[in-house]
């Protein structure tokens, strides 16, 4: 079989050519998308489950500890209320929860649980007593248990005037009245109307607990919240 003549051979044009980049190039960019997309919602998918773990884990440990709350028998507390303070960001108390010494007995421990609504902080942490001293001081070391929590500015608007309470209380007061806790606020985060703490008269007296943890999955994106609710009656102030 003869050649074909050298002027039958022919390669591609320009014209081709650019088109054949152009195709490469959309086909190209299709993949890269499509490969960063699967990558961002690959790490939204983790970072929310760890974010689920974390605060189911907080709350689950809240209300253990909560539940298991006892009138300390030594120290500025001792034969008064196992709850110390009751506040709408924070509560302390004494327990023997998961708090065994060197030879398998219970330890009666202080601890506080605290929210910290300012923006950029936002979390939920706990100090135990570590030094002894009844107090809950810098002395104490801190943990936090979650992050992004979202219960001082659910909106994520920077105002406060929606704000939630983490806590908040069912308690007889000095008259013998069922009273519940809970409050309105303004933009700063001040009190506005009702009451968000339990007076110390009737610390003693209170008859459940109840917890609001609201998670933002998503921080500083499109937010994706979590709203765990639980009610705890400590065992040892349950009224008859």
Do not use: C, K
Request: aromatic share 6%; hydrophobic share 40%; proline share 5%.
């Amino acid at each position: 079989m003869g050649l074909s003549p050298a002027g039958d051979q022919r390669g591609l044009t320009l014209v081709e050519l650019l088109v054949v980049m152009v195709i490469l190039s959309v086909v190209t960019t299709m993949l890269v998308t499509i490969f960063i997309n699967l990558q961002g919602a690959y790490g939204f998918t983790v970072n929310s489950a760890h974010a689920r773990e974390d605060a189911r884990g907080a709350m689950e440990t809240m209300v253990a500890h909560i539940r298991n709350a006892q009138v300390p028998t030594t120290g500025p507390h001792a034969g008064m209320s196992p709850i110390v303070s009751a506040a709408g960001d924070s509560i302390s108390f004494y327990t023997t929860h998961g708090t065994a010494g060197g030879t398998g007995t219970p330890v009666l421990v202080r601890y506080r649980y605290r929210y910290e609504p300012a923006a950029g902080i936002r979390t939920l942490a706990y100090q135990r007593d570590t030094n002894g001293n009844h107090l809950i001081d810098s002395g104490d070391l801190e943990q936090v248990l979650s992050r992004d929590v979202m219960d001082g500015d659910p909106n994520g608007d920077g105002s406060q005037t929606d704000r939630v309470d983490l806590f908040t209380y069912s308690y007889f007061d000095t008259g013998g009245n069922l009273r519940t806790t809970g409050a309105t606020y303004t933009a700063t985060g001040n009190v506005a109307t009702g009451v968000a703490a339990v007076p110390a008269a009737s610390l003693a007296s209170i008859v459940s607990v109840n917890i609001r943890l609201i998670v933002d999955l998503n921080p500083r994106r499109s937010p994706v919240y979590l709203d765990l609710r639980s009610t705890v009656q400590p065992r040892n102030l349950r009224q008859e």
